[in-house]
């Protein structure tokens, strides 16, 4: 029979599991419909409107990941259909099953204080919250790597053999949604090697991860030769960003909310003071091993890059954050770290709500708002082109404007090499003013006048008229209007 203690300590670690699932729950469902459509959304939406082999085609020619999230998002979209709540719903579902995961995994692990800590971080994770509302694989990415953590941490911790199976195909998974993966399993794999029995486990395990990687290997061998990802290393130095991981980990990029850079450092920098101060053997080297884990993924993704692979994005290094939580979390839940640990962890929560908070009051911190671009149209109209204009030389077959068709879906691609129209509006989002300029010449000496400027959030949108209809061809416009190799989206209606 439980003694009085245990079923204290199950009811605590069932009220905590309650309160932070509600929280992550809330936080991540209420607001699915706030945002814009993205680019990247939009092309999502695009690649699931047609048939398996369709969206299969679509990933591979455009995509720079392997399929894994757009093969359950297709048959999701079966089920709850393609509009954008719907959609971002899933990722939605994969966030609040992430803080869950992790909940559990640190309770048996660490116990329900640890748990608590980290269930509280992650609920509240302004990035965790901002990729569990976006149509695209990150929400799944980070799902699998916290379940191969937590199916790591017990071969390691609790010498439960057969976990190691388990792991190797969840580790293949996380393989199959996104690349960067890799650069978490394979420091978990290195160490199991070192430090897991080799039985018949390790033994079918080896074969599951290497069938993932004979998978998945051909994808990526492929898509490196396409457009896709040839922008990233354009995209800033390497230091840079490697550098953006930093706020990528702690606060979303601070998101008008003043000092949370600052902040989120002190948060660190008082967790692992505690955990060094008073901290207990064990959570020392735990929280040690998880935090060389996260550096671990940095580093290796670094070194890749400066021997020719530079895909290096702060979102692409998401798997780091999972070992620094835990790493946190267990710096501030041991035992010996009392009511300081508590309050620590309150004040990293309250950092994220706040960024969140202020990311869905505040357009200007939200994903590009293709609606504000598309209102600047003013409804369809027979006789214009729609000029999309956007600074990438990725997703050239769709030129990103699936988004746009989203919210405008009179809009298709023009397919006849000229059109007679008396209306031009030119899109602009952020492309060089050279660029710009040489499209808007190139019209005004084709008979068109500029009548109206109109600038909201990332967009510009140019109207250009004429008085009598003119004769627009492709390829006037894709001549004059280039950018990063990459030509004009031209659109009508």
Known sequence: MASAATVSRRHFTAVGFVVVMVLAASLRFATLGTQSVWTDEGNTLLWLHGSFGHMLSAVAHNESSPPLYFCIAWLWTRV??????????????????????????????????????????????????????????????????????????????????????????????????????????????AILLLRAPRNRNAVVAAAILAAFFAVVTPFAIYQRNTTNISWIAQSGSLISRVRGVEGTLLVEGGAGVPHAWWLGRLVVVAAFALVLWRGTPRSRRIAGSALALAAGVVVLATVAALVGFDYVLPRHLLPAYLPFAAALAVALGNARAGVP?????????????????????????????????????????????????????????????????????????????????????????????????????????????????????????????????????????????????????????
């Not at 695209?136 to 790591?152: D, G, K, P």
């Not at 911790?157 to 399993?185: E, K, P």
């Not at 190139?442 to 209809?469: N, S």
């Open 80 to 189: 709850f259909g393609d509009w954008i709540v719907a959609l971002r719903a899933l990722s939605a579902v994969f966030g609040c099953a992430t803080v869950a995961v992790g909940f559990w995994g640190a309770r048996r692990i660490c116990g329900a204080r640890v748990a608590t800590i980290l269930g509280l971080l992650m609920a509240t994770s302004a990035m965790l919250i901002w990729y569990s509302q976006e149509a695209r694989q990150y929400a799944l990415l980070l799902l699998l790597c916290t379940v191969s953590l937590v199916l790591w941490a017990r071969v390691l911790m609790c010498r439960q053999d057969r976990a190691i199976v388990w792991w190797a195909a969840v580790s293949g998974l996380a393989v199959a949604t996104h690349y960067f993966a890799v650069f978490i399993v394979l420091p978990e794999a």
């Open 341 to 493: 640990g508590l309050l620590v962890a309150m004040v990293c929560a309250a950092v994220g709500l706040a960024v969140t908070f202020s990311i869905n009051g505040d357009v200007a911190y939200q994903r590009e708002d293709v609606r504000d671009a598309v209102h600047a149209l003013d409804g369809p109209r027979p006789d214009r082109i729609v000029v999309l204009q956007r600074p990438d030389d990725y997703l050239l077959e769709n030129g990103g404007w699936g988004a746009f068709q989203y919210y405008a879906p009179w809009l298709r691609s023009m397919s006849g090499a000229a059109l007679s129209v008396t209306e031009v509006d030119v899109i602009d989002e952020g492309v060089r003013q050279a660029d710009i300029r040489a499209t808007l010449v190139k019209l005004m000496r084709m008979g068109f006048r500029l009548r109206r400027t109109y600038a909201q959030q990332v967009f510009v949108t140019y109207r250009l008229v004429a008085r009598r209809a003119i004769v627009v061809t492709r390829e006037a416009l894709r001549r004059d209007g280039r950018f990063f190799g990459a030509s004009p989206v031209l659109l009508i209606e």
